[in-house]
């Protein structure tokens, strides 16, 4: 991952965390919490890909199980969100962009529900049963609601944010493209010929000097 990668990414990822464990978790909704956390992940891996989508929520993930107050083991929900983005990479479209909200909203109920099974299923395995308690159909139920209702706020803000870091003009690539654009900017298809310009500019004071000399001359002989 580039440098303005993960500069980005780590700025959204604190960001997150901190307004989800300070704000939202203490507005003691039923069900599930909003996790603004898994729309950053999701909306970083629609436009880096899964591979960039893997590492973005692998490092999300194991922010959120280290920060307090995480009472569950260490690299749980890093595994759930390494697997919601790279999974949420392979949906990326293919020019960049999105042309409706229709297919981000589905990935955003998608990842919710994944995430919440996930999450309970590698629980179980440790012998978490928290999810039984309060029930795994009203938690599904409540995290892709408070997901689905808060992603418009969220997604296309960290997309276009990322799309704007891609275009970097220190990025490698970019400053590649640039150059290309600029020179071909300058050398035509625009009328902005620096080159013709001077000649022309030359050609006009040689005619310019001539003029003059041939006046001065004409007045000599008279």
Known sequence: ?????ILLSSSLIVVALVVQVSVLARLHLPGAVPDLLLLVVL???LVYGHVGGALVGFAAGLLADLAPPADHAAGRYALVLCVIGYL????KPESGQVKTAAGPMLVVVAAAIGSTLLYAGVGALVGDTAARHVGLSSLLFTAALYDLLLAPFVVPGVMALARRAENDPLAETNSAKAGD????WLSGGTGLRIGGQRNGLRVKAARARSARAGRIKGVKRL
Do not use: D, P, T
Not at 1 to 5: A, E, G, S
Not at 88 to 91: I, K, S
Not at 181 to 184: C, K, V
């Open 43 to 45: 909306g970083l891996a």
């Open 1 to 5: 991952m580039r440098v303005n990668r």
């Open 181 to 184: 654009i600029s020179s071909g």
């Open 88 to 91: 949420a990479g392979l949906v």
